[in-house]
DNA sequence: TAGATTGTTAATCGATTAACAATC
DNA sequence: TAGATTGTTAATCGATTAACAATC
């Protein structure tokens, strides 16, 4: 599974979008599928399909296609979704008890611990399972447990020194849900900064577009 | 304002960022930016930047750079955020109360009118201000005011014959998510399709390959 | 074997960067 | 005027598509 060179970002930007639709088609019971049937699906072309699985080694066989299950485990181990990593959620708020009770960590390769709030009247509260603790435990609480990575709900005015303190604490990613832009990739600590406000101008500029 | 040619969608992407660090500058008293400065604090190059904005005309000057104000302002009437766009938001569960309470849908060109949900327990309730009203309205409601997209955070199952549905009624937009890639582009209307299982597989990958 | 479909190389296309004349 | 910085053209780079030999 080496790679021959430095796999290119929007390779890897298309891997959760592949893994997303290939689990649709096990759920569907499909159990291989080819190039150009994918990519019809995905509204690719099966050159491109070919060219990106072919980054990492090839996992197609001529004159038959990929198989599902396969292809599943691959982009899977690829993604680093079986590597068994931990997270934290930090701020009990609307946005993390949403995700606390709806979002599906594990299917994003993500074991979610515990969630953790200022508010000591969320203390000892459970939301989807996951019991809130307070802020005050966070430091031992991280030592303790090594969470790989931190989900960051909290107000965006205190996003900057908290990423900071994590980050000497341990936490190796960061999902960014303040609305201010983390870079900490300088420390080698990746950040997926998520700005919902970008994907809804997007569409009014696209709607907007469909008048002209 | 006419555009000589096509603008690559790659060029759309970044808009919205534009419009982020532009509105920062201009809350931080900032009234000029080189393309020089703000390629250093977004992390692009000055030629990108100065590529990106002639494609809308260019609204620079030489040896001084680009005035905030009117930078803002033609970001924001290129986006369509001026044109007083509407929006309804479907399915008032936890995701949805979290939009409601916390999104700010006015800075990204939208002014949302209420909510609907199947629930009548909800029927009446306020999250945000905004009124959830029965989805046995929702037909009656869209051909009175005529909103010009829905909010999708209605379960996933339901998602693509209530899309047709509100497609049929007039809605021009979706703002979607449900999980399911919905791709009504060939009816004219289109779709931001939010996969946050996406954005935290791919922070799972970069977290791996830190260790490499 | 014949048909199908991959893996892979070469060709094309588009996007980014560099350079510099225009001009505020 | 001199300095700064844009607008814009040309050069480079990278990503996508096309083509086809390899092979299941």
């Given at each position: 599974m080496e790679r021959k060179q430095e796999v290119s970002k929007a390779v890897i930007q298309r891997l959760p979008r592949y893994y997303r639709n290939i689990c649709e088609l096990k759920a569907e019971g499909v159990q291989r599928i080819s190039s150009r049937a994918l990519a019809e699906r995905m509204g690719l072309t099966a050159s491109q399909i070919r060219q990106d699985f072919n980054c990492f080694g090839g996992f197609g066989q001529q004159g038959y296609g990929y198989n599902i299950d396969k292809l599943m485990e691959e982009l899977g181990s690829i993604l680093g979704l079986r590597s068994g990593r931990t997270a934290i959620l930090l701020g009990a708020g609307n946005l993390g008890r949403a995700l606390l009770n709806n979002f599906d960590f594990s299917a994003s390769g993500f074991q979610l611990l515990c969630a953790f709030d200022?508010?000591?009247?969320?203390?000892g509260k459970e939301y989807g399972g996951y019991s809130v603790r307070s802020s005050d435990d966070l430091p031992s609480y991280i030592a303790a447990h090594k969470p790989d990575v931190a989900v960051l709900t909290i107000p965006r005015s205190n996003a900057p020194d908290i990423a900071r303190e994590l980050v000497d604490q341990g936490i190796r990613g960061l999902w960014n849900f303040t609305g201010e832009d983390l870079h900490l990739g300088g420390l080698g600590v990746p950040v997926e900064n998520v700005h919902l406000s970008d994907s809804l101008m997007t569409l009014c500029h696209l709607v907007s577009a469909t008048e002209e």
């Open positions: 200022a508010n000591p009247e969320l203390k």
